[in-house]
Every structure is written in structure tokens, then in C-alpha cells.
């Protein structure tokens, strides 16, 4: 079992930056590439970014390239997500999502088998 925990959302101005956490805890040696995705009120989970575990190897929707940058520190175990030039189609619920096992992870939620609670991101126009 791995356990996720969030950290970081909050409210910011258009144009403004956040940065997310997630620790993860538990059986972390297994994990292989972790991500993040966002949930908007009225629309679909959607992958943001993902960065596997041994390499470092990025990448990300094309919606936010360029402005979030994700990135890890294998031995405090956690994953980063620092958003910048925000705006308000950002405004959703951001879950961190890891893989393990002979899961990759990818842009789909199906290749990620433990999830975090979630943190609210509210952007103001």
C-alpha cells in the first residue's frame, strides 16, 4: 500500500503562481512514475503531469506545457507541482497519483493505482 497526501492549494490571482506537494508514505520503494491530475466541477478528471521515479522522465498535457513544471525528491519521497501563469480554467480539485509495480504511468488515470485526497485550487480572475 502506498498513502498520498497533498499540500499547497489554496486561492491565487490570475497570473499568479502555486506550488502543490505530495508525500507519499508506506510501500514507496514500489512506486515507478507519479502524476498529477485535475478535477474541474462539470467536467472529466484530467491528466496534468507525470514524472517517473528512476529518471526523471517528464511530461505534460499540453494545456498547461510550459507553465507547471513537475518534479521529485525520491528520498523525502515526495513529488512537486509548481504552477505558473495561472488562470481560471486551472481552477479545479488537483490529485497526485502514483504508480507501482509494473505500472509506467501515463496520461491515463487507469495507469495509476493509489491516489491522494485531493487539494482545491481556486484561481480568481
Known amino acids: 500500500q502506498v498513502q498520498l497526501v497533498e499540500s499547497g492549494g489554496g486561492l491565487v490571482q490570475a497570473g499568479g503562481s502555486l506550488g502543490l506537494s505530495c508525500t507519499a508514505s508506506?510501500?514507496?520503494?514500489?512506486?515507478?512514475?507519479m502524476g498529477w491530475f485535475r478535477h474541474a466541477p462539470g467536467k472529466e478528471r484530467e491528466f496534468v503531469a507525470r514524472?517517473?521515479?528512476?529518471?526523471?522522465?517528464?511530461f505534460y498535457a499540453d494545456s498547461v506545457k510550459g507553465r507547471f513544471t513537475i518534479s521529485r525528491d525520491n528520498a523525502k519521497n515526495m513529488v512537486y507541482l509548481q504552477m505558473n501563469s495561472l488562470n481560471s480554467e486551472d481552477t479545479a480539485v488537483y490529485y497526485c497519483?502514483?504508480?507501482?509495480?509494473?505500472?509506467?504511468?501515463?496520461?491515463?488515470?487507469?495507469?495509476?493505482?493509489?491516489w491522494g485526497q485531493g487539494t482545491q485550487v481556486t484561481v480568481s480572475s
Open positions: 497519483a502514483a504508480a507501482t509495480g509494473y505500472r509506467s504511468g501515463s496520461a491515463r488515470p487507469e495507469a495509476y493505482n493509489y
Open positions: 508506506g510501500r514507496t520503494l514500489s512506486i515507478t512514475a
Open positions: 514524472i517517473t521515479w528512476r529518471n526523471s522522465n517528464r
